[in-house]
């Protein structure tokens, strides 16, 4: 069954405007789907939840997840309520997520991931 918030008077305010899960799963060496943990993602992850709090945005919260189940296609985060995926590697992607997609409310096309994507977008 899929729920849809409608505005309901009875629905509590949203806590969150946005929630954003960062992959930060461990996987043992030398699997064969990788995790995004060896490629960086819990520095990047630290460094986002910084610079969310540097730029003063508000109702926003950013998550550690365990395994989003897309292994070889990492870092990736996806951001919620959008369900908006992304491939991230550098502290410069963090940046251009955070601007174009949580503070203006636009995509970083060139990070996104689609459904069906099997190779990271850089």
């Known amino acids: 069954m899929s ?3 409608d505005g309901n008077e009875s629905d509590p305010p949203l806590f969150f405007e946005q929630h954003v899960f960062c992959c930060t799963n461990v996987r043992p060496d030398g699997h064969e789907r990788g995790c995004c943990s060896e490629k960086g993602s819990v ?6 939840k910084a610079q969310a709090r540097t730029l ?6 950013i998550n550690a997840s365990g395994c989003l189940d897309r292994c070889e296609l990492g870092p990736t985060m996806v951001i ?7 491939s991230y590697a550098t502290k410069a992607d963090v940046d251009e997520i955070l601007q174009t997609h949580i503070v203006e409310g636009g995509r970083v096309a060139r990070l996104r991931l689609g459904l069906r994507d099997k190779t990271a977008p850089r």
């Open 3 to 5: 729920v849809i918030r």
């Open 43 to 48: 520095a990047l992850r630290d460094y986002m």
């Open 56 to 61: 003063g945005i508000g109702r926003l919260r």
């Open 80 to 86: 919620y309520p959008e369900g908006v995926w992304y």
